[in-house]
């Protein structure tokens, strides 16, 4: 099993910058990729971006150049740094875990909201 717990939303204005934290637990060696989604109200969850074992990253497109995943190893920790925010950015927004037999894991999400 793999635990997720994310940190950091909450409420910014249009042009500023927020920084996502997931941290994670348990069965850490059985995961391959990590990534961050959002959903916004009445829409499907969406892919922002995810990064692999091997830091290989991928960003969806309404992000690129604007956000960045990144991870650090030592505190078991992603971040998603997330600059230049637009209100269409505003969703809850949930860390993901994938595991090499391909199980997936979901924090409990976080709300970001950007007012314009």
């Known amino acids: 099993q793999v635990q997720l717990v994310e940190f950091g939303g909450g409420l910014v204005q249009a042009g500023g910058s927020l920084r996502l934290s997931c941290v994670v637990s348990?069965?850490?060696?059985?995961?391959?990729?990590m990534g961050w989604y959002r959903q916004a109200p009445g829409k499907q969850r969406e892919l922002v971006a995810t990064?692999?074992?091997?830091?290989?990253?991928n960003y969806a497109d309404s992000v690129k150049g604007r956000f960045t995943i990144s991870r650090d190893n030592l505190r078991n920790t992603v971040y998603l740094q997330m600059n230049s925010l637009k209100p269409e950015d505003t969703a809850v927004y949930y860390c993901?875990?994938?595991?090499?037999?391909?199980?997936?894991?979901w924090g409990q999400g976080t709300q970001v909201t950007v007012s314009s």
């Open positions: 990064i692999t074992s091997v830091d290989t990253t």
């Open positions: 348990g069965s850490i060696y059985s995961i391959n990729v």
């Open positions: 993901n875990a994938r595991s090499i037999t391909w199980t997936n894991y």
